[in-house]
């Protein structure tokens, strides 16, 4: 099971992770993905997930990652543990 958004509109695909387990991820520092929360009604972008805050208010840990259209088949294998870790709070 996945919590996944797909936007028409843009090239990427949007999922929320627990970033305890991505933190275990050893192959995550090469990976090219980009991490979003909102603060306050505005939205921010990080490429560091230290510096990532939750994507959830009411989920702490949580972690939005936008994973790009072209990465989608080498990374989902890599976010699914972490996507399900979410999905089962």
Do not use: I
């Not at 843009?10 to 090219?32: A, H, Q």
């Not at 991490?35 to 997930?49: G, H, I, K, M, V």
Request: charge should be negative.
């Amino acid at each position: 099971m996945f919590c996944v958004a797909v936007e028409k509109s843009y090239d990427y695909v949007f999922m929320v992770c627990l970033k305890s387990d991505l933190l275990r991820k050893d192959e995550l520092p090469s990976l090219n993905l980009e991490y979003r929360w909102y603060e306050s009604q505005r939205e921010f972008t990080s490429s560091s997930l230290e510096q990532a805050q939750d994507c959830l208010a009411t989920v702490p840990g949580s972690v939005g990652c936008h994973v790009k259209y072209d990465n989608v088949r080498e990374y989902l294998p890599l976010l699914r543990d972490a996507n399900g870790a979410f999905v089962e709070l």
